[in-house]
């Protein structure tokens, strides 16, 4: 099921695992992070200077960074997440870091990025980055997992910028 528009979602219901996919072919180098909130309210963040682990809290492990620079290509960064129980949400997130670090936009909106989530039956959810918002980091969509009737997988497309990131509130207030 494509969510092509900001604001569309897809019910997961009681999914277990799955493992999330970034891909461009854009001349950039996009990475792909996931902020968390767990159960109990804290907020954390995996991405190419935390991996994370798939044995332990938050049982989630991003495969690395892809560092393509600006060659183009088929580009993908993947991340598997096994276990969603101990959270509520979980926010996908691209960004451009080289333009976080200096403060400069991003070129998401010359960009074609798009995630995708493949849950443990097989089933595919793929949403495009619909966003005219200028910025370095994008909150691509949201996997809400607060409903008693199982997780939905939303197209979130919120864009902003950073200059430098020095806490995941930063993050936060973006994708919220």
Not at 39 to 51: A, N
Not at 133 to 151: H, K, L, R
């Amino acid at each position: 099921m494509d969510l092509k528009k900001k604001g569309e979602e897809a019910q997961l219901g009681g999914i277990k695992q799955f493992m999330v996919t970034l891909k461009w072919t854009t001349a950039a180098d996009f990475d792909l992070a996931a902020l968390y909130e767990g159960k109990d309210g804290k907020i954390g963040l995996v991405y190419f200077g935390e991996l994370g682990d798939l044995n332990s809290y938050p049982f989630m492990q991003l495969s690395g960074d892809e560092g393509i620079g600006d060659s183009g290509g088929d580009n993908s960064e993947e991340m598997r997440v096994a276990k969603i129980d101990d959270l509520n949400n979980i926010w996908i997130i691209c960004w451009d870091y080289t333009a976080v670090e200096a403060g400069t936009p991003a070129r998401f909106a010359e960009s074609d990025v798009t995630v995708s989530l493949t849950d443990d039956t097989g089933t595919n959810h793929e949403v495009g980055l619909d966003t005219g918002e200028m910025g370095n980091v994008c909150c691509v969509a949201q996997i809400d997992n607060t409903s008693p009737m199982g997780a939905k997988f939303v197209n979130t497309s919120k864009a902003g910028t950073l200059k430098g990131l020095s806490s995941s509130d930063q993050l936060l207030q973006i994708c919220r």
